[in-house]
């Protein structure tokens, strides 16, 4: 029998909200939560309240949230639907980083797994969102990709981009516009002190980084 999503569109956002930054800290502060979703702090731990009562999120206090197992699951369903509708938007209807992203935002709550299931199929069962993070399965199960974040690499080392976590519409319309894509080989030239940039280059181009940025970026050291 096909699962139907019992939950409301706002308790779906916060799930997957959760799950996107447990994929770089397992607690994730409710201010970052608050931040991502453009609501007050006193609004998003009242939220959170409502969805430990539920059994969905753990609340550690003066630390943050982190998803249960049954919660984790039910994100991964909604990235599920998400990451598949940017595949779709993407491949087959030739739409920008940025503009899926927003689609996929609203598609994900709107659409039965029967359908999800079969674009999942007509798309040939992808792996990954087109900026390279894992699909769930359909039972929501799913593996982190493996490698580090830009951040935390140093002048000499080099690799290829594995994925962009946790992202937004502009960080996509940046990242696709200075071909920060999976598979794209880098270089870390230079780390300034200080929380300065980072200057990574690629291939013949260089780059200087914000930490902001860098942060969402996983690459597979070699």
Request: glycine share 8%; with cysteine.
């Amino acid at each position: 029998m096909v699962e139907r999503h019992h939950f409301s569109e706002s308790v779906e956002m916060y799930l997957k909200t959760i799950a996107e930054h447990s994929a770089v800290g397992e607690v994730v502060p409710v201010t970052a939560l608050a931040e991502d979703l453009l609501i007050s702090t006193v609004s998003a731990s009242e939220m959170v309240h409502k969805l430990e009562a539920q059994g969905l999120v753990q609340h550690l206090p003066y630390k943050g949230v982190r998803l249960t197992a049954e919660g984790a699951r039910r994100a991964n369903i909604v990235l599920r639907r998400h990451r598949l509708w940017e595949r779709f938007l993407t491949d087959q209807l030739g739409l920008s980083w940025e503009k899926a992203y927003e689609f996929a935002c609203e598609l994900e709550h709107a659409t039965d797994e029967v359908v999800v299931d079969a674009l999942s199929k007509f798309l040939g069962s992808p792996e990954s969102c087109p900026h390279g993070n894992p699909i769930p399965s359909a039972d929501g199960e799913v593996d982190p990709p493996e490698g580090v974040c830009l951040v935390d690499m140093a002048p000499g080392e080099s690799g290829s981009i594995v994925c962009i976590q946790n992202p937004s519409p502009g960080l996509l319309q940046y990242v696709e516009e200075k071909d920060l894509r999976p598979g794209t080989k880098l270089q870390i030239n230079a780390v300034e002190p200080f929380e300065g940039p980072i200057s990574v280059s690629l291939g013949s181009e260089r780059l200087s980084l914000g930490r902001k940025v860098a942060g969402h970026i996983i690459v597979a050291v070699e």
